[in-house]
């Protein structure tokens, strides 16, 4: 039976942190439900790019239509075997929806693999389930990481951090290494013949 994932997304979430990951999963043979509260399957969100480009914060950009699989009025933690939290400007308003936060605690409560990356860390700051670990996000976020009680791990853009269960990067360059660790916290292991 295929494991399956739970990804948490709304409008102005960052295109690659929504797209590769979704399509990675999928790829490796995982269920991957995409779900935005108040949207059913079949609805979309609208993306944004984030790229870096020297300026002071990284620059944003129109990205693409992505259409949800899945209805968030039907999901339950219970039905999942991980949790996935793309970052983008979506977290900033997801983090004031109560179910939401909800369902983030349901997965840190049944210790199963959440994988958070950017912005993503402002749920798990807002659900109140970090303090004590040890997470990465975005530059930016490292206040509210450290608001929270965790840890903020300071590191490069392209590494991700595992803490138990929680797998953290701090934006999409990070993607060969935050989903090769939470693959890894799922059981799957990649060997080349």
């Known amino acids: 039976m295929s494991r399956k994932v739970l990804m948490i997304v709304g ?3 960052e295109d690659y942190e ?4 979704f399509q990675t999963l999928l790829t490796l043979g995982y269920t991957v439900h995409a779900v935005c ?3 059913a399957a079949g609805e979309r969100i609208r993306t944004a790019i984030h790229d870096f480009e020297g300026d002071q914060t990284y620059s944003e950009k129109p990205g693409h239509g992505f259409t949800l699989n899945a209805s ?3 999901v339950s933690a219970a039905d ?4 996935l939290i793309p970052g983008g400007r979506a977290p900033e308003y997801l983090r004031m929806n109560a179910r939401v936060l909800e369902l983030v605690r349901a997965f840190d409560d049944a210790q199963k693999p959440i994988a958070a990356v950017c912005h993503g860390a402002q749920l798990l ?3 109140g389930i970090l303090k004590g670990r040890r997470v990465s996000a975005y530059p930016a976020c490292a206040a509210e990481v450290k608001l929270a009680g965790a840890e903020y791990a300071d590191i490069a853009i392209d590494a991700a951090v595992t803490d138990g269960h929680l797998v953290t990067a701090p934006a999409w360059p990070a993607h ?8 890894a916290r799922l059981g ?3 060997t080349h013949g």
């Open 176 to 183: 060969p290494a935050w989903l090769s660790q939470f693959i």
């Open 125 to 127: 700051a807002a659900a």
């Open 72 to 74: 968030f009025a039907d």
């Open 11 to 13: 409008d102005f979430a």
């Open 18 to 21: 929504t797209m590769v990951p």
């Open 37 to 39: 509260p108040e949207r």
């Open 80 to 83: 999942y075997d991980a949790l």
């Open 188 to 190: 799957t292991t990649i």
